[in-house]
């Protein structure tokens, strides 16, 4: 008898010991700031037995970190950069998972008078105009690439080096949007992220609205062709749930201060989907 519980207590000790199917995300520091990761990763891991590890980059990080074969699923916003990341054949597939919406942000003294503007680019001409202070994220994240596009459409880039208004911190979406804050300054962020640390910000929202500010989110499975160490079963069964009708409707519900962070529009009629 005392060898049957030897036996079946090694066993117990045994099962318990084993790790966990553990997959690693690279992803944007919006889907961190916001909470929603360390919302959704959980109930994922509860249903699923699959435990998520993310890092949390700008866009242009976390691609080339899946690139490398260093991460088995991405979930970024800057389609430029992804679409060509999958030209590339880094990406098995990519789905469309949420969106929300850039804002410009800044000081309640709103010095370059732009509060109200639906136009963005007309907005960043009246920041360089007047000299207003800017913070850029300057880290070639998603919310760089957007911001960088505005700038094109103004027909400038400015520099910290021949701007002294203009500013980088080279950091995630809450650190910068924490300086913005404390230099009385303009920037550019996601809506979730602000909403997410409205509370401690002193900042308003002076310019949104704009179509072109509309800010996508994808899901994208590493090639397991390119990366034979790419554990590809855990990160496809983690991209459909993100899709399926009970990720989807978790995102949707996501909520803090009664705003919406994360509006879910998986569309399964894409090409290319996961």
Request: proline share 5%; with cysteine.
């Amino acid at each position: 008898m005392v060898a049957v519980v030897l036996i079946v207590a090694g066993l117990a000790a045994s099962v318990q010991s084993r790790p966990a199917t553990t997959l690693v995300l690279a992803t944007t520091t919006s889907t961190r700031d916001t909470g929603l990761l360390d919302y959704l990763d959980p109930l994922f891991a509860a249903e699923t037995g699959i435990q998520v590890q993310y890092v949390a980059v700008g866009t242009g990080l976390a691609l080339d970190m899946a690139a490398r074969g260093d991460a088995d699923v991405a979930m970024v916003h800057a389609p430029s950069l992804e679409e060509a990341f999958m030209a590339q054949g880094h990406g098995l597939c990519r789905s469309a998972v949420m969106y929300n919406r850039f804002l410009i942000v800044g000081p309640a003294s709103d010095p370059a008078g732009v509060g109200g503007l639906r136009n963005a680019t007309l907005a960043f001409q009246k920041i360089r105009q007047t000299d207003s202070t800017f913070i850029s994220r300057g880290d070639n994240s998603g919310t760089n690439v957007k911001e960088k596009a505005i700038w094109g459409q103004v027909g400038y880039t400015p520099s910290p080096a021949n701007d002294s208004w203009y500013l980088e911190t080279g950091q995630g979406m809450g650190a910068t949007l924490t300086v913005a804050s404390e230099k009385r300054a303009y920037t550019l962020t996601d809506d979730g992220t602000y909403y997410a640390l409205q509370s401690s910000l002193d900042l308003q929202i002076l310019v949104a609205g704009d179509p072109f500010l509309f800010n996508q989110y994808h899901i994208i499975v590493v090639s397991p062709s390119q990366h034979a160490n790419v554990k590809v079963d855990a990160a496809l069964e983690y991209a459909h749930w993100l899709v399926s009708p009970r990720g989807q409707a978790l995102i949707g519900g996501y909520e803090i201060g009664g705003h919406r962070l994360f509006t879910p529009n998986y569309d399964p009629t894409d090409p290319g989907v996961c």
